[in-house]
């Protein structure tokens, strides 16, 4: 059974950092990319960032550049979403998925990816 769980989310101040973790089971994760995308109330889902199923490739939306890292641990099947310098505007339900396969502007597109999670809440406030 083809499983992806988030963890990590969570209330943080404005300024504060938070490491999302994203762990799977049920598939090989060696041969899926992830991506992170989130949905906020109102607004929406948005792809926030992706790794490819090596690494090598990296994509970040325009509005978190510089402050989110994507990273991953195959031998642990788990991907990491580590999010600095959060923003009252990041606060969303955030979710992780699988696609085979990802390549330029598709890993935007909520359609690439085939599994998910059931998202995790992170809230950024004072």
């Known amino acids: 059974q083809v499983q992806l769980v988030e963890s990590g989310g969570g209330w943080v101040q404005p300024g504060g950092s938070l490491r999302l973790s994203c762990s799977a089971s049920?598939?090989?994760?060696?041969?899926?990319?992830i991506g992170w995308f989130r949905h906020a109330p109102g607004k929406e889902r948005e792809g926030v960032s992706c790794?490819?199923?090596?690494?090598?490739?990296?994509y970040y939306a325009d509005s978190v550049k510089g402050r989110f890292t994507i990273s991953r641990d195959n031998v642990k099947k788990t991907v990491y979403l580590q999010m600095n310098s959060l923003k009252p505007g990041d606060t969303a339900v955030y979710y992780c998925?699988?696609?085979?396969?990802?390549?330029?502007?598709?890993?935007?597109?909520?359609?690439?990816?085939?599994?998910w999670g059931q998202g995790t809440q992170v809230t950024v406030s004072s």
């Open positions: 049920g598939f090989t994760l060696d041969y899926y990319a």
């Open positions: 998925a699988a696609a085979r396969w990802v390549y330029g502007s598709a890993w935007y597109r909520p359609e690439t990816y085939g599994y």
């Open positions: 790794i490819s199923s090596s690494a090598g490739r990296l």
